[in-house]
């Protein structure tokens, strides 16, 4: 900011408050203002002057830097970045996050820069926005954001990711303009067995399932009952099914043989 330029500030509050400022009192506030830029310090001393109670009096340097320290808590874009974010909002594909402020001093430069004078629609906007921002901060308003829609899908995305990276905007309130979740693990295959009706995806089994899956499988090679039953099973599984299968045959033989004997002792000792 240069000192020409906050010389002439003063002089419009020394005229506002009926005071004459002197070349001295405008070297001890240039001294006592923090460094900032020429945006800040004039949006301070509008504020001041829209305030109901420290607003009747002219200001000190304290109430200045009050005023700048509150303005840069609100989070509000200085007129040439409101520009540069309003700039993309006369791209009808583009989404962009902005504030209901800079899109009034959108509307308000729109027909300027229909015309094709993009010089006059800048300066038209900065002018624009200027006044709707100290109404909105001498109202105690804080800028409320949001997305200006446009109609490329992919450039949506994008800008609601930014939004809520940068803070504007939380996750909730554009939740409908973000990508799904990644799904993973037992989600991940249900949900492209909903969407592939060609892929069949087996779910995993708990181990009681397992062991009795196993078991059955077992029973059934042994009553050979379900040969496809028994072609599914581990070939560990079916020799141990071959081997109960053998056992079994030499137990009933062996049975046989008892019984046999048994029926002929009696015989024998008769003759």
């Known amino acids: 900011m240069s000192k020409q330029r906050f010389s002439q500030l003063m002089d419009e509050l020394g005229l506002i408050y009926d005071r004459e400022v002197s070349v001295t009192l405008k070297k001890l506030y240039w001294e006592d203002l923090p460094a900032r830029s020429f945006a800040q310090i004039e949006a301070a001393f509008h504020a001041h002057r829209r305030d109901p109670e420290r607003g009747r009096f002219f200001p000190k340097p304290a109430d200045l830097i009050a005023k700048m320290q509150i303005l840069r808590t609100d989070q509000r874009p200085e007129a040439d970045e409101a520009w540069a974010l309003a700039l993309d909002t006369f791209d009808e594909a583009a989404t962009v996050c902005v504030t209901d402020e800079i899109l009034a001093a959108v509307s308000a ?84 067995a909903l969407t592939d009706r060609n892929t069949v995806i087996a779910l995993p089994l708990e181990a009681d399932a397992v062991t009795r899956q196993r078991m059955r499988a077992l029973r059934e090679a042994i009553a050979g009952r379900s040969a496809p039953a028994a072609a599914t099973a581990t070939p560990a599984a079916l020799d141990a099914a071959a081997e109960r299968q053998r056992f079994a045959q030499r137990k009933r033989q062996a049975l046989d043989a008892l019984e046999r004997l048994a029926a002929q002792k009696p015989v024998q000792e008769s003759a």
């Open 109 to 192: 430069s729109a027909p300027v820069w229909n015309s094709g004078d993009t010089v006059g629609a800048r300066m038209a906007f900065k002018a624009a926005y200027g006044r709707l921002v100290s109404e909105g901060r001498a109202n105690g308003q804080t800028p409320r954001w949001q997305l200006s829609l446009g109609w490329d899908a992919e450039r949506r995305t994008v800008a609601a990711q930014d939004a809520v990276r940068s803070g504007r905007l939380t996750a909730q309130q554009v939740r409908a303009h973000l990508p799904a979740p990644c799904a993973e693990g037992l989600p991940a295959m249900l949900a492209g």
